[in-house]
DNA sequence: GGCGTGACGTCAG
DNA sequence: ACTGACGCCACGC
């Protein structure tokens, strides 16, 4: 099997838990690639065509959507939002708490 | 086989 | 904080 880097990245998105969000840098590391966050670009632009991968949880290193207003920024935004992920100030989304990390964190209290 | 592409990331000014 | 420039690299044509 050739497993690409698409491929790859396609499970690593299906994994990402309802509430949570993942950068394209995170992503492209976790593939194997630290630099091929514009890979991920790739990869989700295409997936959204191809499957149904929470595409939406899929946002930049700022914690910010990248899609372009009036064109997927508010629907991307609806999504999140209905899942749990909260917005603050320039609808940005706090990492430090959404951001997923593959691994269990500890338990912590809020 | 070569080139452009891109929902990014990082650094310099 | 903001802007511009550059780097990275799999994939499609």
């Given at each position: 099997?050739?497993?690409?880097?698409?491929?790859?990245?396609?499970?690593?998105?299906?994994?990402?838990?309802?509430?949570?969000?993942a950068t394209?840098g995170l992503i492209?590391?976790?593939?194997?690639?630290?630099?091929?966050?514009?890979?991920?670009?790739?990869?989700?632009?295409?997936?959204?065509?191809?499957?149904?991968?929470?595409?939406?949880?899929?946002?930049?290193?700022?914690?910010?959507?990248?899609?372009?207003?009036?064109?997927?920024?508010?629907?991307?935004?609806?999504?999140?939002?209905?899942?749990?992920?909260?917005?603050?100030?320039?609808?940005?989304?706090?990492?430090?708490?959404?951001?997923?990390?593959?691994?269990?964190?500890?338990?912590?209290?809020?």
């Open positions: 099997m050739v497993e690409t880097f698409e491929q790859r990245t396609r499970e690593l998105i299906k994994r990402i838990p309802k509430g949570k969000v394209f492209a590391t976790m593939a194997g690639n630290p630099r091929g966050a514009r890979q991920v670009v790739r990869v989700l632009s295409s997936c959204i065509a191809k499957d149904k991968l929470p595409w939406h949880r899929v946002i930049n290193r700022e914690g910010k959507i990248s899609l372009p207003i009036g064109n997927g920024y508010e629907e991307q935004h609806r999504l999140l939002e209905r899942e749990g992920v909260v917005f603050g100030l320039g609808d940005r989304v706090d990492l430090s708490r959404f951001l997923w990390t593959s691994r269990r964190r500890k338990l912590g209290r809020s």
